[in-house]
């Protein structure tokens, strides 16, 4: 079965600190896509960022990037510059159809 | 991406009774998806809804309880039947990628309340 393993169920972040959340997989698949999806107290989700596992370099958008291990199925997000616009849920997922982590609640505190 | 229309946003029902959710997408998707998000929970997928066929539910997810239809490329409906207070979830749809990768979107969800 493929599975998503988030460890840390809350995290707290000062205002422009660095922040990081884990994300651990499992699966057989070769080839597949994984997430890191935002959802705030509106529970709209948003895609923060992806990642093609068959992609060696990390992904990167603005304060948001992964540390992608693909040996180690590890897929970890990193916040910088913490803004208190980034205090959410975050959930990890990966491909498909889409299987999500239980996920990680972020404060960014002023 | 797609855009997505989902409503009721939120509703208040009574035991017993259904509520259908409606999931409207601004341009024409092959795979709809519909998820149920308990209190303070992750998502889970309830089943995949293809244009033309029935609805592919996952495992504890029957048709009974989850009808789901899929009468076009931009719409679909999921059920909820015979509600009991269990049954008190958000409830999304979402879409897959088109052509190229741009990720999955979703709907604003559905706010249930069985009472």
């Known amino acids: 079965a493929q599975t998503v393993t988030q460890s840390q169920p809350e995290m707290s972040v000062q205002e422009a600190e660095t922040v990081t959340l884990s994300c651990t997989y499992d699966?057989?698949?070769?080839?597949?896509?994984l997430f890191w999806y935002k959802q705030p107290p509106s529970r709209q989700m948003i895609l923060v960022i992806r990642q093609e596992a068959y992609k060696q370099q990390n992904a990167t958008e603005n304060r948001f990037s992964v540390n992608f291990q693909k040996a180690a199925k590890s897929f970890s997000l990193k916040i910088s510059d913490s803004q208190l616009g980034d205090t959410a849920m975050y959930f990890c997922?990966?491909?498909?159809?889409?299987?999500f982590g239980k996920g990680t609640r972020l404060s960014v505190i002023a | 991406s797609a855009v997505i229309s989902q409503k009721p946003s939120r509703d208040i029902c009574q035991r017993g009774t259904s509520l259908t959710i409606q999931c409207q997408v601004d341009s024409q998707v092959t795979m709809m998806f519909w998820y149920r998000q308990q209190p303070g929970q992750s998502l889970t997928l309830i089943a995949t809804a293809n244009q033309g066929s029935e609805a592919t539910y996952e495992s504890g997810f029957v048709i009974d309880k989850f009808p789901i239809s899929r009468p076009n490329l931009t719409f679909s409906t999921l059920t909820v039947s015979n509600m009991s207070p269990e049954d008190s979830s958000i409830y999304l749809c979402?879409?897959?990628?088109?052509?190229?990768?741009?990720?999955?979107?979703f709907g604003s969800g559905t706010r249930l309340t069985v009472v």
């Open positions: 997922a990966f491909t498909a159809p889409l299987v």
């Open positions: 979402s879409v897959g990628p088109a052509q190229g990768f741009y990720g999955y979107t």
């Open positions: 699966t057989s698949e070769n080839n597949y896509y």
